[in-house]
């Protein structure tokens, strides 16, 4: 599996930086992924969904270190390039 396209939304937000669409193998789109300035800094979010409790559950999310890695490496090399494009 290979992500074929990132598509970055910057917002200017406090922690929210962008909003992100990525395809995979040119046939899948997974959209609202985020990129948030956190403690530690950049990290990408998983899309995800507000439960009536108040928590959030990720509705689409890699299944292992290895490929959360490489979405977040992928979002987070495309952002700073719009950043700089900006």
Same mark, same amino acid.
Do not use: W
């Given at each position: 599996?290979?992500?074929? !396209? ?5 917002? #200017?937000?406090? @922690? &929210? *930086? ?14 609202? &992924?985020?990129?948030?300035?956190? #403690?530690?800094? &950049? ?8 439960? @009536?409790?108040?928590?959030? *559950?990720?509705?689409?999310?890699? =299944? #292992?270190?290895?490929?959360? @890695?490489?979405? !977040?490496? *992928?979002? =987070?090399?495309?952002? !700073?390039?719009?950043?700089?494009? &900006?």
């Amino acid at each position: 599996m290979e992500v074929t !396209e990132v598509r970055v939304f910057p917002v #200017n937000e406090e @922690k &929210l *930086k962008a909003y992100v669409t990525i395809t995979f193998d040119d046939c899948f789109v997974v959209r609202d &992924l985020k990129v948030i300035n956190g #403690n530690n800094g &950049l990290f990408v979010a998983m899309p995800s969904k507000k439960r @009536k409790d108040g928590t959030f *559950k990720d509705t689409a999310h890699p =299944l #292992n270190n290895e490929t959360r @890695k490489m979405i !977040e490496e *992928k979002v =987070l090399a495309e952002y !700073e390039r719009e950043i700089q494009r &900006l």
